[in-house]
């Protein structure tokens, strides 16, 4: 491994299913390419200890085929097991967080290797430690995971609700089934996935805005009211738009992408539109839950 030089910027990528690089990155790249994934079973869970470098999807698939449980609502989601704990990968009423139990890091600045438990990983919704006082100078080498053997099927989301007697293959099948339905498949349409967070408000800034827009849908968490960030940009007329060559995908308008020769600077001039817009008509700040990488570094808009 190239020893880490804190004065010239490094960029640690997994599958860069979360990153877009706007320019030339003028630095070095350090991409995790570890691999293995070890299982050994207690009397009550499926421990898991999985290399950074792992496809998610492909650890996804495997634990559903072998039988152990609990990761089937993440299924599909682009990237390494590296990244997962970051952002604490979520989707269809499941994050990451609740399964992994330690996170094994090295820290590029002195070269040690440590190991973090997860309640000192500070997860939360779409955030971690390694976002913060973590962020960008530490490579994640391995994730551990503690699937129960009392599997719990989660189907309050959408289309899973309509399941008759869930088990984890056919919640595997129809997440798989809904997800290519719904956004456009990286390889073959460029694109980042949810290119802004979903935004959580006040109670009172939510009833204020029902109060005006009756339809506004808004679920529950623990610091607030989570808005859906499409439900917004579609009223703002987004959807289907296109600016160069960056277009707000027709069916998930909290998708952009890539229609051909898009430049970074039309990722900005169309995400800076939509914050403006959804602002101007909401008070509701987006921010984007995608990295974007300059000539530097990771900027932010
Ligand atoms: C079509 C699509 C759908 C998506 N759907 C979802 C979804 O439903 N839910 C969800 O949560 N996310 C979703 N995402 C976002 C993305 O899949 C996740 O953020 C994923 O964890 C990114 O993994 P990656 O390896 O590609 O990360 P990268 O883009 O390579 O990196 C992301 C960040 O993690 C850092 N990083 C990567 N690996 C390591 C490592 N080993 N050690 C330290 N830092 C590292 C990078 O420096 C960067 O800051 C979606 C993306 C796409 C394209």
Known sequence: MARYNPSQSTYILG???????????????LINDMRGICHHETEDHHRLSVSGGESWHDFVTKCTDMGWYG??????????????????????????????????????????????????CQFGYRDSVFKHSLADTV??????????????PVCTYGELRELEKPTARKIYDKVIEIRRSKLPDPSILGNAGSFYKNPVVSHTQFNSLKAKWPVIPGFQVANGVKIPAAWLIDQCGFKGKSKGGVRCHPTQPLVLTNTGKATGSDVISLAQDIIGEVYSKFSVLLEPEVRLVGKEGIISI
């Open 15 to 29: 599958g860069g299913s979360n990153t877009i690089f706007l320019e030339d990155f003028d630095g070095h790249i």
């Open 71 to 120: 990761l089937e609502n993440l299924a599909l989601i682009p990237g390494s097991v590296g990244a997962s704990p970051i952002q604490n990968i979520g989707a269809y009423g499941v994050e990451v967080c609740e399964f992994i139990t330690e996170v094994e890091y090295i820290d590029l600045t002195t070269g040690t290797q440590h190991t973090l438990p997860n309640a000192e």
């Open 139 to 152: 490579l994640i080498t391995k994730v551990h995971f503690a699937l129960p053997k009392q599997w719990v």
